[in-house]
T-cell receptor
Framework: DAGVIQSPRHEVTEMGQEVTLRCKPI?????LFWYRQTMMRGLELLIY????????DSGMPEDRFSAKMPNASFSTLKIQPSEPRDSAVYFC?????????FGQGTRLTVV | AQSVTQPDIHITVSEGASLELRCNYS??????LFWYVQSPGQGLQLLLK??????LVQGIKGFEAEFKRSQSSFNLRKPSVHWSDAAEYFC????????????FGGGTRLMVKP
């Protein structure tokens, strides 16, 4: 297995633009988490899914953020419209079979 | 709700010295416990995990951790630190009765003096 795959690795966008982050979890894992990491706030849980169903989205900061998991092998996190304060590293984590692995993250810069 | 506390925000040790990073959790039963390491600009790498059985678990890079139920702790140790161990370390908990939510401590930044 190639592990948790996130794309893109880096994204630079202008304020107001839509941004879509992607995650491919490890096959067979039934939980998927989206985290945001900044120097000021550390790691923040945004949302997590179990068997493709959102379980807890209380960490999603605003309505500008949305996440989907249309199938077991793919999830997206969308920000529309993006703002400079959304600049952070966004991580996806995949949990199952007594394992918990992270992707390499997407570094988002909104200018 | 479960919580994870890493009391030490920064720790500095000399190369070759021993290391212990503290982690305490708040949860009614035995959770799944993890330690991750993050080097600057990198993602989180799993060092080790505990689910059940032997309370002393061995991980990669010479790290080990001991689960102590009575103290609700899962401290990370290494007998001899190398300069390349300088990084941020995160303790994490998965609580089975909370929808398997993965909760992190605030992290401990380790600096290694030559």
């Amino acid at each position: 297995d190639a592990g948790v795959i996130q794309s893109p690795r880096h994204e630079v966008t202008e304020m107001g633009q839509e941004v879509t982050l992607r995650c491919k979890p490890i096959s067979g894992h039934d939980y998927l988490f989206w985290y945001r990491q900044t120097m000021m706030r550390g790691l923040e849980l945004l949302i997590y899914f179990n068997n493709n169903v959102p379980i807890d989205d209380s960490g999603m900061p605003e309505d500008r953020f949305s996440a989907k998991m249309p199938n077991a092998s793919f999830s997206t996190l969308k920000i529309q419209p993006s703002e400079p304060r959304d600049s952070a590293v966004y991580f996806c984590a995949s949990i199952g079979r007594s394992e918990a692995f992270f992707g390499q993250g997407t570094r988002l810069t909104v200018v | 709700a479960q919580s994870v506390t890493q009391p030490d925000i920064h720790i500095t040790v000399s190369e070759g010295a021993s290391l212990e990073l503290r982690c305490n959790y708040s949860y009614g039963a035995t959770p799944y416990l993890f330690w991750y390491v993050q080097s600057p600009g990198q993602g989180l790498q799993l060092l080790l995990k505990y689910f059940s059985g032997d309370t002393l678990v061995q991980g990669i890079k010479g790290f080990e951790a001991e689960f102590k139920r009575s103290q609700s702790s899962f401290n990370l140790r290494k007998p001899s630190v190398h300069w390349s161990d300088a990084a941020e370390y995160f303790c994490a908990v998965v609580a089975n009765n909370a929808g398997n939510m993965l909760t992190f401590g605030g992290g401990t930044r380790l600096m290694v003096k030559p």
